[in-house]
């Protein structure tokens, strides 16, 4: 797998870890700790990577809402404050021009996965979620915010080492 010895940068594969957590594994650059107790993992400069596991994980379904800009001087405030308005929502809604992260799906091990990147690396979260990953329906989501370019990028090559 190239991507596993890239997993590291420049480091050989032999330096990448494998983790064994209770419902999944995955390789992780060798600097990186895991607590599979708490189920969280830690990057080298110390940001911390949450794990949830369980019918409840998130599942990235960020939304807005979206009003014509015509529609301004109709709404009150209260309501303003509440939704963004836009010359073309049809557009907006379709480029995610107001959501403060991109997502695309990917097939990791043969699995499902929606994947979550800031639009602007080092502000905004970052994660993978994977629905109904076993017989009692279980998803499971890892992701954490604002890393840094080098640990975003390990991070990306990081969840396709998943395996369940």
């Known amino acids: 797998m190239v991507l596993l010895a890239s997993v590291v940068g420049c480091e050989p594969r032999s330096k990448a870890k494998k983790i064994d957590f209770l419902s999944f594994s995955i390789v992780v650059p060798p600097d990186w700790k895991a607590d599979t107790i708490t189920n969280s993992m830690e990057t080298a400069s110390g940001a911390r990577i949450n794990i949830d596991f369980g019918i409840y994980a998130p599942k990235f379904d960020e939304s807005v809402i979206l009003v014509p800009l015509s529609e301004y001087k109709l709404h009150d405030s209260l309501t303003r404050e509440s939704v963004i308005f836009s010359e073309d929502v049809a557009i907006d809604r379709i480029q995610g021009?107001?959501?403060?992260?991109?997502?695309?799906?990917?097939?990791?091990?043969?699995?499902?996965?929606?994947?979550?990147?800031?639009?602007?690396?080092?502000?905004?979260?970052?994660?993978?979620?994977?629905?109904?990953?076993?017989?009692?329906?279980?998803?499971?989501?890892?992701?954490?915010?604002?890393?840094?370019?080098?640990?975003?990028?390990?991070?990306?090559e990081m969840i396709q080492t998943i395996s369940f």
Do not use: C, W
């Not at 997502?103 to 993978?128: E, L, Q, R, W």
């Open 97 to 156: 021009t107001f959501l403060k992260s991109y997502y695309f799906y990917d097939t990791i091990n043969d699995k499902k996965a929606k994947v979550m990147v800031p639009k602007h690396i080092g502000h905004g979260s970052i994660g993978i979620s994977f629905r109904e990953i076993d017989s009692q329906r279980n998803h499971i989501s890892i992701f954490t915010k604002d890393l840094d370019t080098l640990e975003h990028f390990k991070f990306l």
